[in-house]
């Protein structure tokens, strides 16, 4: 039986083909009915099959008992965690219990949608994701400039003569914060038809090696460079905004605020000569069709908000924004904001609401930097967190100082993990219980195709059936959540649903709520919530008013997908500033470009540490996936032959690079691919932590990228960690 499937592993989002017999996966291969993906597949989407049938993979409940977990029915399981979470709420107060939500939520819409549902049961302040590992920064900037979170402008690059790209391997991804599956493909057309790629990074990626020109740039400079362009837009006399002049706020306010960051200035820190650095503002500026692309490099660094700002600043001073071939807005079917309410206009984004208990450090999109879960768990006084709920998280592997987070852990009142698998950070749970098989889930993507480079509505419906008795996600969430308000242990979830939805729909419908109501009565659960934001959104139904509109049946009785069109320019109506205009120079922005120019003459440490994204690996759980996992040793330090010579140390030799607070353990892979002066471990590795149950992952563990960095370092504005360009110091093995 052939299944049509939506791969839940990347922002790539493919379709997937899968054959099954006796309920049994029998073949996976790219759909080439997929009207995005259109039959693209990388190893991940195989591994699908592997995830599913893991032996490791979580099936039943587990509870602690001492040292050792057992087995324990969804009742038994429940009952504890009302016994317990209620109690530390009621006797230190909301604030008591964190909320961690890590990157796989993203791709589960049992998750990610009742996720709210449960943070607001829970009524705590100290809520963390992955967002701040990682891509905070662009948040941030872009809600800014544009007024909300998500309206992040991607590359056109199916239509783009330049395409330029800084901090980031698309050829490794397949985007990210820009869905773009077979970026390899597309960047072959775009050469094809005479285009070029420009990559600026400190290795020459993947990307960079089928890339008409390739700068190193030191790590942590991103900000120079960019405000170097800027001044020399300016000074050549190469801003060109075209049609987006009457929707810009604050050129000259970034006129001035570049004004001490002449290419020749910042050349010595960026390591990029002053000429290429105005050859690369004049080719941006004279291209008809150009973006830059700025990703994880430019994000994961003191000045990340900076940098992710100033990469739109270049894309609007050349006319690049909101234009075919630049950098654009996508148009989501379902839970954008910026397609909601009032368009060109709304209340922007608020930040600081309220700060860490610790260090003060401002809320942002309600949540707090992932590196100050460990103090806030750590420091005794009012509001210590006592008790912790994860969800699909991992910090003791994704965040800096994982070994503080692991002790903190062990200090904890309570612990409840929603998870697959035993790891690195559930093995500290009072209770896991776990969550579903991505092919056991109906499907369909919340958040990427609001970063999608063409506009589409897809859903997948479940390939194969639960095990008998197996909770769905939201049906989890849903429990805790009831737990967390008191409504106690033997609450249901599907009642409950029903209920909150009737409440939401009562509140914005009012005299239709019941049309509206029956109108989605076919879905529960996620899909639902799905259908309800499809018919109310930019391609929807209206709920009838629009028959020819777009409704969850319609999408799903279209195997591949809706094509819903390539981007089209939405200045003004995608705005959502109080100003109705681009906002160029938010104050705070400026204020990091000011701290930045103190940091301008830093000397550059000897050796800096970066991570490194493969396809086959770009988070932990991925490495017990025996697809994923065969082949050469992918954890190694590459180091650039000088370094090597430098350190007296040789291919193959075992080193520990040594941070602020930890040090790792690798095999060294000299490369002249990375700048000197640079080394380089990828993320997510480090499984040799007893308690664990992830066979094949602990059989080649790696070593953390994570342990020698500092929890210390962020990028002040959104709280993002630091993770590129560290110093470290490198030794021998032993």
């Known amino acids: 039986m052939l299944h049509y499937r939506i791969c ?118 100290n809520v963390f994701s992955a967002s701040t590992l990682d891509q905070m920064p662009k948040q941030l900037s872009s809600g800014l400039m544009f007024g909300h979170w998500l309206s992040i402008p991607v590359p056109d690059i199916d239509r783009t003569d330049l395409l330029v790209v800084l901090g980031a391997n698309p050829m490794a991804s397949n985007g990210s914060l820009w869905t773009v599956p077979d970026f390899r493909g597309r960047a072959k057309a775009l050469r094809a038809r005479g285009g070029q790629l420009v990559v600026i990074d400190p290795r020459r990626t993947e990307t960079a090696a089928m890339a008409d020109a390739h700068h190193f740039i030191r790590p942590g ?61 004049r080719q941006l500026a004279e291209a008809e069709r150009a973006c830059l692309y700025g990703r994880i490099g430019t994000c994961t660094q003191a000045f990340g908000s900076a940098a992710s700002w100033l990469v739109d600043v270049v894309n609007a001073l050349t006319g690049h924004l909101d234009t075919e071939g630049g950098a654009m807005f996508p148009k989501a079917a379902a839970f954008a904001r910026n397609t909601e309410g009032r368009p060109g206009q709304g209340g922007g984004i608020v930040t600081g609401r309220h700060a860490s208990r610790v260090s003060g450090a401002p809320e942002v999109f309600g949540e707090l ?70 092919l056991e889930d109906g499907h369909w993507d919340v958040p990427f195709p609001q970063l999608s480079t063409r506009n589409h509505a897809r859903y997948s419906a479940p390939v194969l059936p639960s095990a ?22 033997d609450a249901d979830p599907v009642a409950l649903d029903d209920a909150q939805v009737r409440r939401e729909v009562e509140k914005l419908a009012g005299d239709r709520s019941d049309a509206v109501l029956a109108a989605v009565s076919g879905w529960i659960g996620p899909e639902r919530l799905v259908d309800l934001a499809l018919r109310a959104g930019p391609y929807g139904d209206g709920f009838g008013a629009r028959p020819e509109g777009l409704t969850l049946r319609k999408v799903a009785d279209a195997p591949g997908g809706i094509d819903l069109g390539p981007l089209q320019a939405r200045l003004p109506e995608v ?28 000397p550059p440490p000897p050796l800096v540490v970066i991570g490194r994204r493969e396809v086959r690996s770009n988070n932990s759980w991925m490495h017990n996936l025996p697809l994923l996992a065969k082949g050469p040793e992918r954890c190694t330090l590459k180091l650039h032959p000088q370094d090597a010579a430098r350190h007296g140390v040789v291919d193959g030799q075992r080193v520990r690079i040594v941070g602020p607070q930890g040090a790792a353990e690798a095999p060294v892979e000299l490369d002249d691919a990375l700048m000197p002066g640079v080394c380089s471990l990828p993320h997510g590795w480090g499984h040799d932590q007893p308690g664990t149950r992830m066979a094949v992952a602990a059989e080649r563990p790696g070593a953390n990228l994570n342990a020698p960095l500092d929890d210390r370092l962020r990028d002040a504005p959104s709280g993002n960690a630091v993770l590129s360009g560290v110093s470290v110091t490198l030794e021998p093995a032993g």
């Open 468 to 489: 008998p008795g197996h909770l769905p996600e939201w049906q989890i969430l849903m429990k805790l959540a009831a737990i967390a308000r008191g409504d106690g242990p």
């Open 8 to 125: 839940p592993v990347c922002e790539a989002c493919c379709g997937l083909e899968i054959r099954t017999e006796d309920q049994r996966i029998v073949g996976i291969r790219g759909a080439d009915q997929d009207v995005f993906s259109r039959g693209y597949i990388c190893p991940k989407g195989v591994a699908v099959k592997d995830l599913h049938e893991d032996p490791d993979r979580l099936r039943t409940p587990l509870i602690r008992r001492g040292d050792a977990f057992v087995a324990a029915t969804w009742d038994e399981a429940f009952a504890e965690i009302a016994a317990r979470l209620p109690a530390v709420q009621a006797a230190h107060g909301r604030d008591a219990v964190a909320l961690s939500i890590g990157n796989p939520s993203a791709h589960k819409m049992g998750l990610l949608l009742y996720v709210p549902r449960l943070a607001k049961a829970l009524g705590s302040r």
């Open 221 to 281: 400079s991103d900000v120079f460079l960019l405000a170097a362009l800027v001044h020399a837009l300016f000074g050549d006399d190469l801003v060109r905004p075209e049609r987006l002049s009457p929707w810009l706020a604050g050129v000259d306010a970034v006129r001035e605020a570049v004004a001490p960051f002449a290419p020749e200035a910042v050349a010595a820190r960026c390591g990029i000569p002053a000429a290429t650095i105005r050859g690369l503002a």
């Open 369 to 438: 930097p992932m590196t100050l879960l460990a103090e806030e768990m750590e420091t005794p006084g009012s509001g210590q967190v006592r008790a912790l709920v994860t969800l699909a998280s991992n910090p003791v592997l994704s965040s800096p100082n994982g070994a503080r987070i692991a002790r903190a852990l062990e200090g904890l009142d309570f612990m409840v993990s929603v998870d697959l698998y035993l790891n690195e950070t559930t093995r500290h749970a009072h209770v896991i219980l776990p969550g579903s098989s991505p």
């Open 575 to 602: 705005l959502r500033t109080p100003s109705g205009r681009v906002e160029l120079a938010p104050p705070s922005m400026l204020a990091e470009l000011q701290k930045a120019r103190a940091d301008l003459h830093a």
